[in-house]
């Protein structure tokens, strides 16, 4: 008897502690808005993992862990105004990759292109980006006419959707 209440109670505190990590990100229903509870938890518990910039009302925030990689072609950097209460991310290029033109991203038999001219098609692009990782989907990105695997590691894709993580916790979303 022991031994079940034991089971049933390991069962209850691992169920309990599954975060939304996996959770498919719908475009439409997503908020940039932050709370004071959520900008706490960010400063006080994932801040410290980022390099910080501020320039004119913005905190810039880059996640450390890239410094150690040199093989990124793009990276999300999370972006907070303070100011108005918004998060929101960027994406950043290594060089290879010229933001201003239409940007390509292949998976499967399928591809869908943007073209950046606002914060919001920089979430979508990210976003879309992030939920192809969560369904384990192999990613292509067309530079220059090529086809190029956007991720060389596993590393690099656990980096990219730490930082939308940490996008959807300041706003709120999970």
């Known amino acids: 008897m022991k031994h079940s209440i034991f089971l049933f109670t390991l069962i209850i505190l691992n169920v309990s502690c599954i975060t939304d990590k996996e959770k498919i990100v719908e475009f439409e229903n997503f908020s940039f808005e932050t709370s004071d509870?959520?900008?706490l938890y960010f400063k006080n518990i994932?801040?410290?993992y980022y390099h910080l910039e501020e320039k004119g009302g913005?905190?810039?925030y880059r996640l450390k862990k890239y410094d150690d990689l040199d093989?990124?072609?793009i990276k999300p950097i999370l972006i907070y105004n303070w100011r108005n209460d918004l998060a929101y991310v960027m994406l950043e290029s290594n060089g290879?990759?010229?933001l201003k033109e239409e940007i390509v991203i292949s998976w499967k038999n399928e591809s869908r292109?943007?073209?950046i001219r606002n914060i919001k098609d920089?979430?979508?692009i990210l976003n879309h980006i992030?939920?192809?990782i969560k369904k384990d989907e192999t990613i292509w990105i067309t530079i220059k006419g090529k086809k190029i695997l956007l991720f060389s590691s596993i590393l690099e894709k656990s980096y990219f959707s730490l930082i939308l993580y940490d996008l959807h916790k300041i706003t709120n979303y999970f």
Request: charged share 20%; aromatic share 12%; hydrophobic share 40%.
């Open 122 to 124: 920089h979430f979508s």
């Open 96 to 98: 290879s990759i010229d």
């Open 130 to 132: 992030n939920n192809l």
């Open 113 to 115: 292109s943007w073209v």
């Open 46 to 48: 994932r801040e410290s």
């Open 37 to 39: 509870a959520s900008e």
């Open 58 to 60: 913005l905190k810039i």
């Open 71 to 73: 093989t990124f072609l």
